[in-house]
Structure formats: structure tokens, C-alpha cells
């Protein structure tokens, strides 16, 4: 099952499309099945889960934390997270340059917009966010790497409302890297789409897909 659905998801996808196991909730037997097909990009959303799953699993996987992430857990994924994909406050990014100073590392991550209509989402505006990168404070942040933006879509049936959102957030990765990362070959991530709208992400630039109930079947 998890094979074939995988095989089906990368038939679909663009060679340059990374596409992220979402593993939450989900047991070692079946992120070792997914492994056992090639798949190394695994995403949980708790970070008590994402340690035990990275302590008891091979090392050839990389762990995305793809939740709401506090700042006072960011030190339990700090020594061995792949990349955050959820940074919405300039205190978060402060605490994971923090850790990645302790355990002398450069953590990868994305800034997360509220692109969506929902107000239960988190995430920046384009404002918050140039705010955060041309602070002084930021220049010295030498352990934390700014890898592109994520967003999430409104839980809607209306995909030109889903295709507008997620053109919004293809415009804010094109303005920041207009303004700030021209010349940081770093900044080349566009995490969004999932399950139910990847297709319409790809359409629209992404270049990170986070895909669950589409490989692993229904949550449990």
C-alpha cells in the first residue's frame, strides 16, 4: 500500500519537487516501510514524537519539524533536525540561532506566512518579515539559515481561492529573494501543498510538497 502509493505520488511529481513523508502519528514499522522504498524525507508536527522516532530510526533519514514549534523545545531537535519548516516570530528564529550556536550547527529554515483565511494558522506578513531580516540582531545570526518560505492554503473546496493563496506566497519567496537573497543560493525552498492540493502548489511554484493521508492512508 505505502509502496504503491509512493511509486504513484513520484510518477506525478517533477524531478526538482522534494516531497516530505508527513510520519506524524504514524508507527516506526511504517516510516521504516516507506525507507524501504527510497523515501528519505519524513515530517512530524510534535516534537517529543520527532526524537523518539530519530533515536530509534536510521540515520539516512531527514526530519522536518512541519508544526507549531515552541521555543522552549526547539533545543530537543536542535542537534539533528534537517529543517524547520515553521518559523512565525523573530523570538523562535533567536532561539534556534541560540541552539544551533550550542551545538555548532547551521539549522535550515523557512518562514511561514499566513497566506491562508483562516485565522488558526500561524505565520508572518511580508512586513513582519523584512522587519525580522534587515534587524540588526539578524546580521549576527550566524547559526541559522534561511532556506525559503512555507505556507498552508485555507481548508476550502475552492481551488482558485487555494491557487490564489498559494500564488501569494510564490510572490513573497520572489520578493524576498528579489531584496535580500539574490545572491544566497540557500534561499530556494517554496514548502507548500499537501494531500489534498499538491497539484495545484506544483502549478504555482512549489518546490516542497508535505504529503500524509496520500502515503500512509486516512490519520488514525
Not at 524531478?15 to 514499522?29: D, F, G, I, N, P
Not at 551545538?103 to 494558522?121: G, Y
Amino acid at each position: 500500500m505505502i509502496a504503491e502509493n509512493l511509486a504513484e505520488l513520484k510518477n506525478n511529481i517533477p524531478e526538482h519537487v522534494k516531497l516530505v513523508a508527513v510520519s506524524k502519528t504514524k508507527s516506526v514499522h511504517q516510516v521504516y516501510e516507506a525507507l524501504g522504498y527510497g523515501q528519505r524525507h519524513f515530517g512530524e508536527n510534535k516534537v517529543q514524537e520527532l526524537v523518539g522516532k530519530y533515536e530509534t530510526l536510521s540515520e539516512e533519514i531527514f526530519w522536518h519539524f512541519i508544526g507549531h514549534l515552541q521555543r522552549n523545545k526547539v533545543k530537543y531537535i536542535a542537534p539533528f533536525v534537517h529543517l524547520i519548516h515553521g518559523v512565525d516570530s523573530f523570538k523562535l528564529l533567536h532561539e534556534i540561532n541560540k541552539q544551533g550556536h550550542k551545538n555548532n550547527r547551521v539549522i535550515p529554515v523557512l518562514l511561514q506566512f499566513h497566506i491562508a483565511q483562516e485565522d488558526t494558522k500561524f505565520g508572518l506578513n511580508l512586513e513582519e518579515a523584512m522587519a525580522m531580516i534587515t534587524s540588526d540582531d539578524f546580521e549576527n545570526f550566524n547559526y541559522v539559515s534561511i532556506a525559503g518560505v512555507m505556507g498552508m492554503a485555507s481548508y476550502t473546496a475552492d481551488k482558485e481561492q487555494i491557487r490564489k493563496e498559494f500564488k501569494h506566497l510564490k510572490q513573497i519567496f520572489d520578493t524576498l529573494k528579489e531584496s535580500h537573497f539574490a545572491d544566497n543560493t540557500a534561499f530556494c525552498e517554496i514548502s507548500m501543498g499537501m494531500s489534498g492540493d499538491y497539484s495545484i502548489a506544483i502549478e504555482e511554484g512549489s518546490t516542497m510538497i508535505r504529503i500524509g493521508s496520500s502515503i500512509f492512508g486516512a490519520r488514525e
